[in-house]
């Protein structure tokens, strides 16, 4: 285990998704916002805080991104440890998350999060029969911010239903439209079954 001093796990100051394009501009591999941000884009606004920035890769991207973002330092995340991880190393297979942290400012200013799949697929982790092409799940913000669709963003909330999930999840409810609706439903049947917002849907 690194010994290399980090802050605490709560020191974020997150950059705004518009801050992360601007930084990703010149990359051409797939990225999107996800999380709470991801629904703020789709609504147009910001509906609530968001403690943390979170946006999604794919595994064989991660050294592009770790060039593009070269000014922070990287650390893993997973079952509750963080751990600096150097220049040259390669995150174990079971590690979904990367922090990255202004090494100036101390604080934590972006969670990348490695998923599976392909540049033309989109596959959720937690359920690998569950996959839809790429372009079907993600939309951009009219000034450029890529962002995972709703269905797919409360696809993940689902399983933990933190208060914020369940405020996400009343907030986007009355906007989805229907075919997202029933893949969400056709999605939660199969990777969370019997699930309260599969009966709401």
């Not at 290399?4 to 501009?25: G, K, N, V």
């Not at 996800?34 to 979170?54: F, I, K, N, S, Y």
Request: aromatic content about 10%.
């Amino acid at each position: 285990m690194s010994t290399r001093a980090q802050p605490d796990h709560d020191a974020w100051d997150a950059w705004h998704p518009s801050e992360l394009a601007t930084r990703l501009r010149k990359v051409s591999r797939p990225w999107c916002v996800v999380g709470g941000w991801a629904l703020d884009l789709w609504h147009g606004r910001q509906t609530r805080d968001h403690d943390d920035l979170e946006f999604t890769i794919l595994r064989g991207d991660l050294d592009i991104f770790r060039r593009v973002l070269g000014e922070m330092d990287f650390y893993t995340a997973g079952d509750g440890l963080v751990e600096y991880l150097p220049p040259s190393a390669v995150p174990p297979a079971g590690i979904f998350q990367i922090w990255c942290l202004d090494g100036k400012k101390r604080r934590w200013r972006v969670d990348m999060m490695i998923e599976p799949g392909t540049p033309g697929t989109w596959a959720y982790k937690r359920e690998p029969t569950i996959v839809r092409p790429r372009a079907e799940m993600i939309d951009t913000t009219p000034d450029g911010v890529p962002y995972l669709k709703p269905a797919g963003v409360l696809l993940f909330k689902a399983k933990h239903r933190r208060a914020k999930d369940e405020i996400d999840f009343g907030n986007a409810l009355p906007k989805l439209a229907g075919p997202e609706r029933a893949w969400l439903k056709a999605s939660l049947d199969v990777a969370h079954p019997d699930h309260d917002w599969a009966r709401a849907l």
